[in-house]
């Protein structure tokens, strides 16, 4: 076991070349940050810990690959809310096709636990998809988030889209609320205008006692 767990270091942390089919970066958007976060340090020789961690905390491998071990997956998406969306962006590497994106959705403050959501079907090495799913995290890897820059507290989820089992976003406005286009609300704001300015032209009649 302690040879194994060597050898997986050694893997992620000191050879580059053999984890190039693995993510080379990735991108934390969200609620309250201030700025992007950002996973691997630019022209790091390594992949580096703070990517190391969310990749192997997040369901990052179950989601893209699928494979036998399927803990943490789950079939379907939770109930009920799960609080604020995240979006990491993966930057996936390969020796011959150009680089790709790879989305993963992340709920941090989902209780009780974090939950994750990876699309299926996003293409990648050319002709490969990512297998997908949702994802049950441990509360560590909130912890993990929150050490790198989320917010400690979950920020309002009134403006944010919730994700359906099938990952497609889905507007919170409530129903029924419409809004005017933009050209529509200029040529009322006109017409208006032109109305007002022929009242104030048009000649006053002359009023004989």
Not at 33 to 47: K, Q, Y
Not at 128 to 136: C, N, R, S, V
Not at 187 to 203: D, G, Q, W
């Amino acid at each position: 076991m302690v040879l194994c767990a060597a050898v997986a270091f050694v893997v992620i942390f000191a050879a580059p070349s053999a984890f190039a089919k693995g993510p080379s970066q990735g991108v934390i958007t969200g609620a309250g940050l201030a700025h992007p976060i950002t996973l691997r340090e630019p022209g790091s020789a390594t992949i580096g810990p703070d990517l190391a961690s969310v990749v192997t905390q997040s369901g990052f491998f179950v989601g893209m690959w699928g494979g036998d071990d399927t803990s943490g997956r789950l079939a379907h998406r939770p109930a009920g809310s799960l609080g604020p969306r995240y979006t990491i962006t993966y930057t996936i590497g390969g020796a011959g096709p150009p680089s790709t994106d790879i989305v993963q959705y992340v709920f941090p403050y989902a209780e009780p636990g974090p939950i994750t959501f990876m699309p299926p079907n996003q293409a990648y090495w050319g002709t490969a998809e990512t297998d997908g799913g949702w994802f049950a995290a441990t509360v560590g890897f909130r912890e993990t988030l929150i050490g790198l820059g989320l917010p400690e507290t979950p920020q309002s989820a009134k403006s944010l889209a919730v994700v359906s089992d099938e990952g497609d976003p889905i507007s919170t406005a409530p129903r029924g609320s419409a809004t005017i286009p933009l050209w529509m609300a200029g040529a009322l704001v006109a017409v208006a205008f032109a109305a007002t300015l022929r009242r104030r032209r048009r000649p006053r009649r002359s009023v004989h006692a």
